[in-house]
């Protein structure tokens, strides 16, 4: 499973969960509708298959990743890693 977060909003596998500006100024600490939609996907599998990987770039908030990562857990997903996303870096 991958969660994508571009400027505008975050994606779950393509599917769209929300937009980045209202849950940043949300003043929960996860995202209940991606948490929600985590456990639909998750279903009955097993432990091996709870896997996620979160993929931004370097304008992510930490805030934001927090958010993610506390919905990430609560959804019992418990090996979670990191992609991002670089620019093309200016010639030198």
């Known amino acids: 499973i991958?969660?994508?977060?571009t400027p505008q909003e975050i994606l779950v596998d393509g599917y769209k969960i929300g937009d980045v500006s209202?849950?940043?100024?949300?003043?929960?600490?996860?995202?209940?509708l991606l948490k929600e939609h985590?456990?639909?996907l998750k279903g009955d599998t097993t432990d091996a298959?709870?896997?996620?990987?979160?993929?931004?770039?370097q304008h992510t908030s930490y805030m934001l990743i927090s958010k993610i990562l506390n919905s990430c857990q609560q959804a019992n997903y418990t090996q979670i890693?990191?992609?991002a996303l670089q620019n093309d870096l200016p010639a030198q």
Not at 2 to 5: D, G, H, K, S, Y
Not at 49 to 57: A, E
Request: glycine share 4%; aromatic share 4%.
């Open 2 to 5: 991958v969660i994508a977060v």
């Open 22 to 32: 209202l849950i940043e100024k949300s003043e929960d600490d996860s995202i209940a």
């Open 38 to 40: 985590l456990l639909r």
């Open 49 to 57: 298959m709870n896997k996620v990987t979160i993929m931004g770039d």
């Open 81 to 83: 890693a990191f992609a």
